[in-house]
């Protein structure tokens, strides 16, 4: 899931929101155009932190420009700035299917973004919902829509190449998530519990343990204060357990 996360879900997400803007698809209360993709960029800005207000999430700050979408030049391939975390991704993926599928039309474009779109959002939906292990139902639904997801962002950058445009780019990821809907299906493992989102939030609590050491003796106090840590959450866990036995 984190090649999905840092890399082909970052390219979507952009790939979405720069063709609304781009193709005029984003509109004011009155339907109406904005009289520049910066307006777009920044009502999309406001939308999005509604969508957020509305489903519960945590204030994120976040604007969407053409800097943090990566299309400072209509040559550039859009992708979300690497500043973004990709639990705030999760959310994105959640919030362009919702404006994909308001803006959607009956051309062959826009029923192909939406649907990728969508089927990307389900996709994440179904994983979070199922435990470790997914039911048979789980898996089939899983596959379903994942596969539909790669087929159409397939047929989207098919579509963007033989017009020119450099939207939806593709990635050796890409292929790689194959691999991971094809086990979904034979395996039935949830790859949400398969990521190293741990590892790498490890990495920076080692990095704020380090950054408090003095340099000639970094590696022996970084390991002696993350003996501690762990010393000082083994303890506290053990009172909890004892209290709720108790």
């Known amino acids: ?97 919702h ?36 039911s048979d139902t789980q898996a089939e639904n899983a596959f379903e829509v994942g596969q539909l997801w790669l087929d159409a962002y397939e047929a989207l950058a098919r579509d963007a190449h033989v017009n020119k445009q450099c939207l939806w780019k593709l990635r050796p990821k890409s292929h790689y998530m194959c691999h991971h809907i094809d086990d979904l299906w034979s395996t039935r493992a949830n790859p949400r519990f398969r990521t190293n989102f741990y590892g790498e939030d490890f990495l920076g609590k080692l990095s704020r343990l380090g950054r408090s050491c003095h340099r000639r003796t970094c590696m022996k106090r970084m390991l002696e204060r993350y003996i501690i840590l762990m010393a000082q959450k083994w303890h506290s866990n053990c009172v909890h357990d004892v209290h709720d036995w108790c």
């Open 99 to 134: 404006i994909a599928l308001r803006s959607a039309g009956g051309d062959y474009r826009s029923k192909l973004r939406s649907t990728a779109t969508y089927s990307l959002a389900q996709l994440l939906f179904i994983l979070d919902c199922a435990g470790y292990w997914l």
């Open 1 to 97: 899931m984190h090649d999905l996360f840092a890399g082909i879900a970052r390219d979507h997400c952009a790939s979405t929101e720069v063709e609304l803007v781009e193709f005029g698809l984003v509109l004011d209360a009155y339907g109406n155009k904005f009289a520049s993709d910066a307006e777009a960029y920044a009502a999309l800005s406001i939308e999005f932190k509604i969508y957020c207000r509305k489903h519960c999430i945590k204030r994120i700050a976040l604007r969407f420009s053409k800097a943090t979408l990566g299309r400072e030049h209509k040559t550039d391939y859009p992708g979300l700035a690497n500043s973004i975390k990709c639990a705030t991704v999760k959310v994105i993926v959640g919030f362009c299917a």
